[in-house]
Every structure is written in structure tokens, then in C-alpha cells.
């Protein structure tokens, strides 16, 4: 294991709402940055602090699919990778995957663990309702990670029964895949139950960052399996999220410069790929209108996005806070 390196620069990320001219609510921020080496190079607030990872391992655990050849045998290629490492806003793009994945399998949507929740992004919202349809497992965020597991069972024929709980062998590969990237004993993991069904991982951000950091430069350096799912995931940006998906705006504006993943509970996991540097995030209450701002304000402090952010992601990074009546009466942003 690599040790932490306690060095580096210290910056407020913290993030305010205000109302009219004063401060009403502030969000705590914590951070690490780390790089390849596993040394780190920035952080806010505690950088060591334990929290669980929750969609942003979602990279990981696809390796053991890649790994054994089965993701091959099904003649899946980019899309369904990338589906396979999205928080998706259950779009018609996304859902069609998601269903063609499970049909290469005989399967169908039941077979999925995860339950139906409404889409995430706007859009797969007004057109589900358009057609008349309610939301199924398709539609749920980690609809492809969910078939990506069952490919793992189907594939070296083991019972589909269980697959997404603690004990079964895909999720025994999954710990040990998880435990390997971000270098520490599979029993320092903590695991629970996520929000999709499926076992959640909880261990250090810094510990976090420095898996992506590993990530990407594994696949600077041409390995095979990193370098698939890096290639997928900032070559197909509308897949990992949406129309309207925070994840998507910032790899589109970075033109794939940067690979970001959103995770539940404001934990956010992203790489500078040209770095090799990892970064993770995590808003102390879980607060998403916080978690946004927090890593495009880091991403700032890093030199990797200018000042002045391009529209798009500016919208994320001051949102105008309304009342019942859609008059701005305040804004969630940067306390710095």
C-alpha cells in the first residue's frame, strides 16, 4: 500500500446559499487530490475521511466482466461499456441499451435487481410521460451496471439469484477488483447495501482519488482494460449521464480531457486524464445542489478549468435559487 503523503495545497470549497445579501445555509466540503504515485497534492478539510463511494466505483466494477473475456463473448463494444459505468438519465438512448444488454442474454427488465425510479434528466422524464409509459428497472440510474453483473454470472454460469449481494461471486470479484485499485486489504472495505440494490463500497477519499489516478494512468500507458473503459467513457459522454447530466456537460466542455462520475450522497469521483490525477469529493450532508459547484470550483483551483466556465457549466456552478413564484431570491455557490 502506497502511504498517504500528508503534503500538498489546502483550499475552501465550501459552499453557501444565500438569500438576498446574507448567507442562510453553507455546505461543508471535503476533498483529495492525489496522483499516480499516490501522493497528495491537494485537499479540503479532511481528505481522509470515510464515506461510501457509492456510483462512482461503477469503473471498477465492470473490470471483472473485461477481465474474464465475457464481455467479449457477448460482442458488447463502447456503448455498453459505457452504460455499464453511467449514472444514465434514463433517456430513450439509455433505456434501449440497457434492454438490448439483457436481450444478448435471454433476459429481460425483471431480471434486473434494481427497482423502477423516474428518470434523472428532464428530457427522459417529459418523454416517458409523452408516450405514456411509467418508468421500469430500465429506467433506473444503474440499469447498465446492474446488466453488466448479470453478464458476469451469465457468462461463467453461475445462478443469477443473489447477484448483486454480499457473498455471490460477482460481487466477491468486485471487492477484490475495487480492494486492488485503490490499494487496501478487501477487509478494510466497508460494505453495505446501495441505493440501486447492488454492495457499496464505503473507504477514504483520498483512497478514492487515488484509484482514478491509478485509472487513468494505467490507460495513458495502454493496458488494456482501463484504457477500454477510459476510452468509452469520454468518448460517449451522454451515455455516463444525459441531456441535462452534470457528469456529461463536463466531459463534452473538456472536450474528454476530464472523466467525472457522479455517486449519491455528494460524493463525486473525477480524473484530469492528461495528469494522471485523481480528485474526490465529498459534501459533508450529502447535498447535491453542493456537489456541483465544489468540483468545478476545485477543478479551478487546479488550473484545469478557467475562471470564466463556459455557460453551460457556469449554470451548475451558481444556481439561482427560487421561490414558489420562479423569482431568484438567491443563488448556491462557492463560498470562495
Request: hydrophobic share 40%; proline share 5%.
Amino acid at each position: 500500500m502506497v502511504p498517504p503523503n500528508s503534503a500538498g495545497k489546502s483550499f475552501d470549497l465550501d459552499v453557501v446559499v444565500t438569500r438576498g445579501d446574507a448567507v442562510e445555509s453553507k455546505h461543508r466540503v471535503h476533498a483529495a487530490v492525489v496522483d499516480a504515485t499516490g501522493r497528495l497534492l491537494a485537499s479540503a478539510r479532511d481528505a481522509n475521511v470515510v464515506t461510501y463511494w457509492r456510483s462512482c466505483a461503477k469503473p471498477f466494477q465492470v473490470m471483472p466482466l473485461l477481465r474474464s473475456g465475457g464481455f467479449d463473448r457477448l460482442k458488447w463494444g463502447d456503448d455498453q461499456l459505457a452504460l455499464a459505468c453511467a449514472s444514465h438519465g434514463g433517456e430513450p438512448e439509455h433505456v434501449a441499451i440497457a434492454s438490448a444488454m439483457l436481450g444478448s442474454m435471454g433476459l429481460e427488465e425483471g431480471d434486473l435487481a434494481c427497482g423502477p425510479h423516474d428518470p434523472l434528466s428532464a428530457r427522459g422524464v417529459k418523454l416517458m410521460r409523452e408516450a405514456g409509459l411509467r418508468p421500469t428497472r430500465l429506467h433506473n440510474n444503474c440499469s447498465g451496471k446492474h446488466a453488466a453483473m448479470l453478464a458476469r454470472a451469465h457468462t461463467e454460469g453461475w445462478s443469477h439469484q443473489g447477484y448483486e449481494r454480499t457473498g455471490h461471486p460477482v460481487q466477491r470479484d468486485i471487492l477484490a477488483e475495487v480492494a486492488t485499485w485503490c490499494d487496501l486489504p478487501e477487509s478494510a472495505l466497508l460494505q453495505a447495501v446501495d441505493g440501486c440494490g447492488a454492495v457499496v463500497f464505503g473507504l477514504p477519499l483520498e483512497r478514492m482519488a487515488y484509484a482514478y489516478a491509478r485509472l487513468t494512468d494505467a490507460a495513458n500507458r495502454g493496458d488494456d482494460i482501463p484504457a477500454r473503459i477510459v476510452h468509452a467513457m469520454r468518448t460517449r459522454p451522454f451515455l455516463i449521464g444525459g441531456s441535462d447530466r452534470f457528469d456529461s456537460a463536463l466531459m463534452e466542455e473538456t472536450e474528454g480531457r476530464v472523466l467525472s462520475k457522479v455517486g449519491a450522497e455528494g460524493v463525486h469521483t473525477v480524473a484530469v486524464i492528461d495528469q494522471a490525477i485523481g480528485v474526490a469529493v465529498k459534501v459533508e450532508d450529502g447535498a447535491q445542489r453542493a456537489q456541483f459547484a465544489a468540483v468545478l470550483r476545485l477543478l479551478q483551483q487546479l488550473g484545469t478549468l478557467p475562471e470564466d466556465l463556459p455557460p453551460r457549466l457556469a449554470e451548475f456552478a451558481h444556481r439561482p435559487l427560487r421561490n414558489t413564484r420562479g423569482e431568484v431570491v438567491g443563488e448556491v455557490r462557492s463560498a470562495a
